[in-house]
Structures are given as C-alpha cells and as structure tokens.
C-alpha cells in the first residue's frame, strides 16, 4: 500500500468518528427563558451505554435509564421533581432482574434481592 493511499484512508477513519461523534451527541433541550435542562437527555457512555435522563425545568422528573450498550436494561428509576421516588431496578446482561428497591421522595422503603442469572 503506498503512502497516500495510507494517508486516504487515515483521512476517511478520522471523517467517519467526528460524523459518528456528531450525531451521538447528547439531544439536550434548554428552556430559553431561564436556561434550564428540560426534556430527555440521551448520553452514550465510552463503553457504549446510554444514559436517558428527563427534566422539567431542571428538575429530575419522570423515568431514567441506564442501558447496556446492546441497550438491554441496567438500570431504571423515577424521579418526581427532584427526589428518587418509585421501584429502582438493576438488571443482569441478559435481562433478569438483579435487586429492586422501592423508594418514595428519596426515602429507601423495601428492598428486594434477585439472583437470577
């Protein structure tokens, strides 16, 4: 292979990693009046994981995720207006259900052990 062709091709990887990087950047909404996060936030971890958070005017509100990187669960929790409230669960890779805990307004309640694999 000459130099050129090494250097092309360099050239093409580098081009294909900044496209890719562009469009997994994360979908962040910003509430124009007072500059504060609104809406889902998509984050992919340099593992490959997700992270899916929501806001409502900054606040924690609603349903957050953590996917493997094959986008099978890890973990799932809930959040109203800024506190943990709602079943946290944590998953193995394949799917089972690893340990729930129930909170409310931040408050650990029941706590529940999986051992599936």
Not at 60 to 83: A, I, P
């Amino acid at each position: 292979m000459t130099k050129s062709m090494e250097i092309f091709i360099i050239a093409l990887i580098v081009s294909i990693i900044i496209v890719l990087f562009k469009l997994n950047k994360n979908k962040t909404k910003v509430n124009e009046l007072n500059k504060l996060l609104h809406g889902e936030i998509k984050t992919i971890e340099q593992n490959g994981d997700i992270i899916i958070k929501n806001y409502v005017n900054g606040v924690e509100n609603g349903e957050w995720k953590h996917l493997y990187s094959d986008e099978n669960n890890f973990k799932t929790l809930n959040y109203k207006n800024g506190k943990l409230d709602g079943v946290y669960k944590e998953y193995w890779r394949n799917g089972v259900i690893y340990q729930t805990k129930k909170f409310n307004f931040r408050k650990f309640i029941l706590p529940s052990l999986h051992i599936g694999f």
